[in-house]
């Protein structure tokens, strides 16, 4: 049976899409949007520093969605998290917690989950390596002038994705599986992101409406705004530009994506179109990675 194409849209899809044994894709998610969850602790930090700026943000009064928003796309999870924590006790647990509690790790814990997988930043590693050549040998197939010479294009594809597979493999187990439930999702889903989503924090910056809850799985310019007005007015050396934010968004999910059709794609030479089928999803999906890789280094 051919793998599905696997399409991350919100908080549920990507958990699917990134369920084990996918979960070096979940990784690579966060990876890429790290630099989000560093805007949120800048935010808690800025709430106790600034306080004359934060006299709105309290438990709504009124029954209404805590950011403001009649159109988000409510999980079961979601609605869970509505009864949990107000977002000033997020905002003290970030401030107060990040590098001292196993859920809300700091930006240095965060890259020792990361460069065992992917390497130092900044550096060729063997993922780099394996990534590159099964992008060149999908954009070799993807764009190809004429059909003469695709089965060796499609081979040639086959022959690069087997020792990224193997790879990706040989690094999943027990510990991605814990990094990408617990401390990854700690840090972004449960506390960070429930920050940056909410309409009164980002009142405070001059961005309204706030980022929908699909945000950053899917894309808002919403989101691409706030990180930029939060890091120009706090963190100006480390300003996120709405063009970067935007296409680091998109090579999280698009990486995510290609990694899971990935380890999803098992060579099939007993049923020909099947094989063919499962194939054109990798190819795709990995195309597409190498387009949105291209288009952070342009903006980088």
Known sequence: MAIAQRRI?????FLDATAPPRTTAS??????????YDVGLTVAKDFFARPQLYTMVQLPANGEPPNGQDDREDSERELAEKKG???????????????????????????????????????????DTLRDDLIDAATAF????????EDMLRERVRTAHRPLKDYLMGVTGDSTNYSA??????????????????ARICAVFGVAPAPNSYWPYREDSQGDKLL???????????????????????????????????????????????????LNVLITTCYTWGAAKKALQRSG
Not at 9 to 13: A, E, K, Y
Not at 181 to 190: A, C, K, N, V
Not at 252 to 273: C, F, H, K, M, P
Request: aromatic share 6%; hydrophobic share 35%.
């Open 9 to 13: 849209t919100n908080l549920d899809s």
């Open 85 to 127: 924590p107000s977002v000033i006790e997020i905002m003290a647990r970030l401030r107060s917690r990040v590098g001292t509690d196993e859920a809300l790790p700091s930006r240095s814990q965060r890259l020792e989950i990361y460069l065992p997988i992917f390497g130092p930043p900044g550096s060729t590693a063997n993922f």
């Open 228 to 278: 930029e007005e939060i890091t120009g007015k706090l963190d100006p050396a480390n300003k996120l530009e709405r063009q970067e934010a935007s296409n680091r968004q998109r090579l999280a999910a698009r990486g995510a994506e290609a990694l899971a059709a990935v380890i999803d794609y098992t060579e099939n030479s007993g049923d020909v179109q099947d094989d063919i089928q499962s």
């Open 27 to 36: 990784v690579y998610f966060h990876k890429q949007v790290d630099p989000f």
């Open 181 to 198: 439930r617990y401390p990854l999702t700690g840090i972004s889903e449960d506390s960070s992101l429930i920050v940056l989503r909410d």
């Open 142 to 149: 993807s764009e190809r002038v004429f059909d003469t010479g």
